[in-house]
């Protein structure tokens, strides 16, 4: 029985939720999939896995199995990191998970990453705040880009920058395009946003409640005629309207990415002016991968700092 093998399959499965799904995604069939847990039961002595029809859970033994599994696998994946990397070239996966909100920035520090350090593979996971803290928790995640103010014990954080927001519309259509991209207008206050149609997210996601906390503090409630769960829908509920267009809310990161399209107009929301602090996430540990430290100390270089200026809070160099 290969060991490491079995415990990549009991992580699929804790991950999955679903004997298929699990062997799936690790290129085995769900037989091959169940015979390595039977076998990996054999060899503990203990039932790991819930009897049942469909996967319903481990057992209270299979849970501490999980738990050295993951440990385990972090283990040899450190030191495959150590003995493959030399001084100044790290190699090895970088699991990251970031709040929707900010999947531009953590794709464009990806790709800054790969740039400098051609050895790392970075993937990139768009998660909630929750899945985040629980990823890093479990060690199926490397690092995390999230809200700091969410940030549990035993986490270590990196501030990256201040989540801003601003109201994307569409422009008055018998206005001519300006050259260029969008139209930077002046800044609105909440109160004058929440008279608008809007599309916004969900209520049970966090960036919803940060946006529902300005309209209450500016003593207003908003009119959301359309929610969605999907970011990307935000921006394509403005451009999709024609006469009676909708208007939406986004913070900086995500308003950098239409900056392009002339079509828009982009308004800072002001009174009050809301900042919620963003920043890389891991676990505090003394002795952390070679590749988790090349991205920690590259996330403070200058020059990844100058260019996450510019695409994310305020939009100073824009």
Known sequence: MNVLASFRYLVSLSEHRHFGRAAEACHITQ???????????????????????QFS?????GEQV???????????????????SQVDQPRGHLRMGAVPTAIPIATRFAVHLREVFPGIQPVVLALSSQAIELGLEQLTLDLGLGYLDRAGRGLQTLHQFDERYFLLSRQDQSRPKRAGGAVWGRPLAWAE???????????????????????????????AVLETNAVSALSVSVLAGQEASLATILPGALAATWMQLPELQIQPLVKPELATPVGWLCQATEQPGRVIQAAWQLAQDPLWQKQLASHSGSLKLI
């Not at 859970?57 to 033994?61: L, M, Q, R, S, Y």
């Not at 999980?66 to 493959?84: C, V, Y």
């Open 57 to 61: 859970g481990f057992t209270a033994e």
């Open 193 to 223: 946003a929440a008279k608008l149609p809007l599309c916004l997210l969900t209520p049970e996601m966090h960036n919803r409640s940060l946006i529902d906390a300005a309209f209450k503090k500016a003593g207003v409630a908003p009119v």
């Open 66 to 84: 999980l738990s050295t599994a993951r440990r385990m696998l972090q283990e040899h994946a450190l030191l495959k990191q150590e003995l493959q």
């Open 31 to 53: 037989p091959a999939l169940s015979n390595a847990l039977r076998a990996l039961e054999s060899e503990y002595g203990v039932v790991i896995v819930k009897r049942a029809r």
